[in-house]
Structures are given as C-alpha cells and as structure tokens.
C-alpha cells in the first residue's frame, strides 16, 4: 500500500483551483499504489481551509496547526512535509505546479532523498508519469525509481476534484526550522478586481505589440473590464517592463486555459505558447499575417491593435447594454 500526500496550497483562508487539480492527480496515483490520498493541510488557524478541503475527495484530510507555518517559508514548509509525510506513510508528495509548489517540491526532494517529475499532465496505469519537455514539443513518460517520490502537477492538466466531506485530523508533527532557516521580512501582493489568472474563464494577454505600459492601461484593460476577463502578458512585454511578471503566461510563467484566450500583439513564440495553448478557443490580433500565434488560433484578424481592440471593445459593450 502506497500513500500519497497533497499539499494544500492556500491564501486568504482559502483553498485555489489549482490544488484541487492537485488532488485528482494524487488520487490517481493513491489508486495506483493502492493507497489513501490524504490532503495537507499545514498553517497557523486554517480550521477553515481543511473544511475546505475535506470537499475535494481525498481519503482524508490532516491538518498541521504550528506556529511556524505562519508564512509561507519554503525550507520550513518542506520540513513540515517531510514530517509529515512520515506520520502518514506517505512515499510520494504532490503538489500544484504553482510558484509555491515549484519553490517547495525541490527542496522536499532534496530532504527525503526523492526521484522528482515536475509539471506532469498525465499518470499512466503502470505508475509511469507523463510531462512535457522543451517548451511542450516533447512529451515524455518518466519513471520514479527510488522509494520516495515528488511530483508538481500542472494546473490545467487535470480536471479539478471535487467529493463529499473527507474526515480530518489534527496530526501533531515533530520538525525545526534549518539552522540557516529564511526568515519573513513583508508581504507584498497585487490586488486587483479582475479574475485570478489562472483560474480565469476568460484571458486577453497583451504582448511587445503594444509598445508600452500606457497602451496596456488604455488598450488592454478596457477590453478586460468589458469581457470580465483577467490579464495576462507575453515575456517580451514583462521584460520590456509594461506589466509585473506576475502576469507572464509561458514556460517561465503561468500555464492557463481559459475558455477564451485573446493573443493582442503576440507573436507567439515557443515560450508563450507553452503556457496558453491548452486554451478552448483562441483569438490572435496582430499585425504581422506571418506571427507564428495564427498557427494555433482558433480565429485570427490581421489588424492594427490600436484599432481593432478599442473598436472590438466598443462592440462588447454595446452587446451588455
């Protein structure tokens, strides 16, 4: 009997899409090895996000109460799980292949001694992992050897879990901070009314086309507000400093797929596309009728953005009226 450990990413008290994604995978791989999937729920106060969490379909849910855990730290958290997976004879970790995950898994890898998949949209029957490679022009099917294991799962790779009322536990582990532990200096997020990126229905992403940080304010955001949708960005865009890279969607940024996903001055390099091509319909705006983005869109208009999208916008909002 193999279990399997979720980690329970969460902010605010809540629990995102993406470790829901998480859950259904590590199910899988519970199934697989004939063992229980038992969602993580580590933090200081978080009686609200296992009660969450206990809707997700896991086998069980454990809660981890510690002072320690108050902010996210990578190393701690690390300890914690690996602590933690020894008290549920657990032998593999997954996580969401978000920031945090990415931040985390390694670490725990290191500190368990575990073979490491990262980002994988598949589990084969045999217990084989599937992930993408090079940009997602490789897709390769990995086998973890070793007696422990960690994976990171791509959050848009799965279906996101969902069941009835899985019983916690409260589980009292022993772990210390490392001797040259990180310490917390300040939190710093970005607020906004729009939706959470990758969990958006909807994405208008903006890239070097646009040509400045104005045109994002001008351009782009009204067409956001009048669709309901969030904003992403093309790398070019973020390196050129127009946008934060919190916005970045790509192989070194977020991986999305919304129901629509409007490319506005996207050339649609390998990068970029990795992180959005998964997306349900695609619309690509551009001026160039070469760009490499109208190979993978759905629908595309050869047009000046500046032009198009202000009257495309116009439209939309005529049509809420």
């Known amino acids: ?29 519970a199934a697989i090895g004939g063992g229980q999937a038992i969602l993580a729920v580590l933090g200081t106060g978080v009686g609200d996000v296992a009660q969450a969490g206990a809707g997700l379909g896991a086998d069980k849910v454990v809660v981890v109460d510690n002072p320690l855990l108050s902010y996210h730290l990578a190393d701690i958290t690390a300890a914690a799980l690996a602590a933690t997976a020894e008290a549920t004879g657990s032998d593999t970790v997954v996580f969401a292949a978000t920031s945090k995950g990415r931040d985390i898994a390694p670490r725990l890898a290191a500190m368990i001694d575990a073979s490491i998949a990262s980002d994988i949209i598949d589990v084969n029957a045999d217990g084989t992992i599937v992930r993408p490679m090079w940009a997602g022009s490789v897709v390769a099917t990995v086998e973890l050897t070793a007696a422990k294991k960690v994976v990171s799962v791509r959050a848009t790779a799965f279906d996101a879990a969902s069941g009835s009322g899985a019983p916690i536990e409260n589980l009292s582990v022993s772990f210390a901070a490392p001797a040259k532990a990180m310490k917390f200096g300040s939190l710093e997020e970005t607020k906004s009314d729009r939706p959470v990126l990758t969990e958006a229905a909807r994405v208008v992403a903006g890239g070097r086309g646009l040509k400045s940080a104005e045109s994002f304010k001008t351009v782009l955001e009204p067409l956001c507000d009048a669709l309901g949708a969030a904003m992403g960005a093309s790398r070019a865009a973020v390196d050129a400093g127009y946008v934060p890279n919190d916005l970045q969607v790509g192989q070194t940024g977020k991986v999305v797929a919304p129901t629509l996903y409007i490319a506005v001055g996207i050339s649609g390099a390998i990068q970029h596309l990795a992180g959005m091509k998964d997306s349900k319909v695609i619309v690509a705006i551009n001026k160039d009728a070469e760009a490499p983005v109208f190979q993978v869109a759905d629908f595309g208009l050869v047009a000046d953005l500046f032009q198009a999208v202000p009257e495309m916008t116009e439209k939309i909002k005529a049509l809420a009226k």
């Open 1 to 29: 009997m193999s279990n399997v450990l979720i980690y329970a990413e969460h902010a605010h008290g809540k629990l995102p899409k993406a470790t829901a994604v998480a859950v259904t995978a590590g199910k899988k791989l």
